[in-house]
């Protein structure tokens, strides 16, 4: 394996764990968003990662011809949980018995999935410099 290949691993992992983190983010700051563009509450994003390499880019969709390993997020899906019922007869989304939905997102999840995801970013950093340091030990090897 090649120093070019462990940087694109682990520069896809980066990429991927981004991702994960942005979605994660989008969920905490819409956890009390009661009315959406499409209708009702917000409902809750899971980012679905998969082995292979980002298909968006000229060298992803290179890099899968070329059967190089790799992360990406393949899909972002919405939680199927019901949403939470909270009582509030003024609110004027409240349906007619006085009850609110509101999404069923819970913050020591989100942490608990931004703290992993920021653990997997830190840790493709650090195979990544590990894998530079190799290869300068390497090139210095002759002098």
Do not use: C, H, W
């Not at 462990?6 to 942005?22: F, K, L, T, W």
């Not at 992803?60 to 949980?81: H, L, Q, Y």
């Amino acid at each position: 394996m090649s120093f070019f290949d462990i940087a694109e691993i682990s520069s896809s992992g980066m990429y991927a764990q981004r991702e994960r983190m942005n979605i994660i983010s989008e969920n905490i700051s819409n956890i009390d968003t009661i009315n959406t563009t499409e209708g009702g509450p917000y409902k809750r994003k899971i980012a679905i990662l998969s082995s292979g390499t980002s298909e968006y880019s000229f060298s992803g969709v290179f890099a899968r011809i070329m059967d190089k390993p790799g992360v990406r997020v393949s899909d972002v899906t919405t939680a199927k949980n019901p949403f939470k019922k909270i009582y509030d007869p003024n609110n004027p989304y409240a349906n007619k018995d006085g009850y609110l939905d509101v999404p069923d997102i819970n913050i020591i999840q989100e942490m608990l999935d931004m703290m992993s995801a920021s653990r997997a970013y830190e840790a493709n950093v650090q195979a990544f410099n590990n894998a530079k340091t190799i290869a300068l030990k390497a090139l210095s090897i002759g002098k």
